[in-house]
């Protein structure tokens, strides 16, 4: 049972474009919401991460959009640059829990130059 | 500072073979776990640990041993491998529970035949 349900599983945008990725949850003891990013033969890395208590964070070109009711939280890459070709994953965990990480299946991401 | 450090970074095991996948870290976390990477799956959780002796079973930990006698190590263990577990792993650590940041290795890509 994937408890974080996570589209499209892949995504091509040209230089300059936006690109947007999906995440839905189940578990309603989650309140912490990152997204890592992974280079091939690399570990994933924190990208930027989200609280529900906020609708939105913006760092830089990266920015979280979350709807609390709706049990949804995406990604938006501004200007996306062939430097962002990756692969991007949703989490979520609940604070202050042990139990680590629930990720979703990934985005594999191609900015096209 | 080296961070999160696993090896080796390939194996070939045949089946029924046993292995130890090696993880150390270097920043004092207490929080380290163990994911394994399949293609349009994610990362899941096989082990965690939240402090030195103590350990528990995350999603799918049929198949593996974890042991954590000092802070800095946390080995995963296969008893006898079996071609489902070929994939590739990931070590990762934090200082804190839930919503804190995970550091992740480079990864051991794992290959059973």
């Known amino acids: 049972q994937q408890q974080v349900k996570q589209s499209p599983q892949s995504l091509i945008v040209q230089k300059g474009g936006i690109s947007i990725i999906n995440c839905a949850y189940e578990n309603t003891a989650f309140d912490y919401f990152p997204w890592y990013q992974q280079f091939p033969g690399k570990g994933p890395a924190l990208l930027i991460a989200i609280r529900p208590d906020v609708s939105e964070k913006k760092e830089g070109r990266f920015t979280i959009s979350f709807n609390k009711s709706a049990k949804q939280f995406s990604l938006h890459i501004m200007d996306s640059q062939p430097g962002d070709s990756a692969t991007y994953f949703c989490?979520?965990?609940?604070?202050?829990?042990?139990?680590?990480?629930?990720f979703g299946s990934g985005t594999q991401l191609t900015v096209l130059p | 500072n080296a961070g999160v450090t696993q090896t080796p970074k390939f194996q070939v095991l045949k089946t029924g073979q046993s292995m130890t996948l090696q993880c150390a870290q270097d920043?004092?976390?207490?929080?380290m776990s163990w994911y394994r990477q399949d293609p349009g799956m994610g990362l899941r959780l096989i082990h965690y640990s939240v402090g030195a002796g103590i350990t528990d079973q995350g999603e799918v930990p049929n198949g593996y041993n974890v042991s954590r006698s000092t802070t800095e190590d946390f080995p995963l263990r296969l008893l006898s491998a079996a071609p489902s577990q070929t994939s590739v792993y990931f070590c990762?650590?934090?200082w804190g529970p839930g919503g804190t940041e995970a550091f992740f290795g480079q990864g051991t890509r794992l290959t059973v035949v």
């Open positions: 989490a979520a965990i609940s604070s202050g829990s042990a139990r680590q990480l629930t």
């Open positions: 990762a650590s934090s």
């Open positions: 920043m004092n976390h207490e929080y």
